[in-house]
C-alpha cells in the first residue's frame, strides 16, 4: 500500500497484438509502393487545385505606360490626434516603364522615379 492506495504491478504477457500477427513483409511493401505512387497523384491534384483557386481569386490586371495608378501602402500609419489608421493608397503615381508583365516602375506626378517600400 503507497499512501492508502492499493497498487497493482502490471504483468508481461505473451500474447502478440493483432498488427503483429496478421503482418506480412510482402504485403507490406506492396501497400507501400502503391502509397508512394498515390502521393504523386495527390501532389499534382493539389498543385491543379490551387492553380484553379487562384485563376478563380486572382485579377490579372495590367496597365500602359503614362496610366495614372494608386501605390498600395503596405504600413498604414495610425494618425494620433484622430485615433484612426491612415489610408491604404497613396499618392497620384504614373506607369513610367513597363519592366516585365504585372511589374512596373512608378513616377510621381513631376516625372521622378518613386522609391520603393
Given at each position: ?62 496597365f ?36 516585365c ?17
Amino acid at each position: 500500500m503507497a499512501y492508502g492506495v492499493e497498487v497493482m504491478i502490471p504483468i508481461k504477457v505473451g500474447t502478440l497484438s493483432q498488427r503483429c500477427l496478421y503482418f506480412d513483409e510482402m504485403v507490406n511493401k506492396d501497400l507501400h509502393r502503391v502509397s508512394l505512387e498515390l502521393q504523386n497523384e495527390r501532389q499534382a491534384n493539389s498543385q491543379l487545385r490551387l492553380a484553379d483557386y487562384q485563376t478563380i481569386k486572382v485579377r490579372n490586371i495590367s496597365f500602359k505606360v503614362n496610366d495614372w495608378v494608386l501605390k498600395k501602402v503596405f504600413l498604414a500609419e495610425r494618425e494620433v490626434e484622430d485615433g484612426t489608421i491612415g489610408p491604404t493608397r497613396e499618392g497620384h503615381n504614373m506607369v513610367g516603364e513597363r519592366i516585365c508583365p504585372e511589374t512596373y516602375k512608378l513616377e510621381d506626378s513631376s516625372g521622378k522615379e518613386t522609391r520603393r517600400l
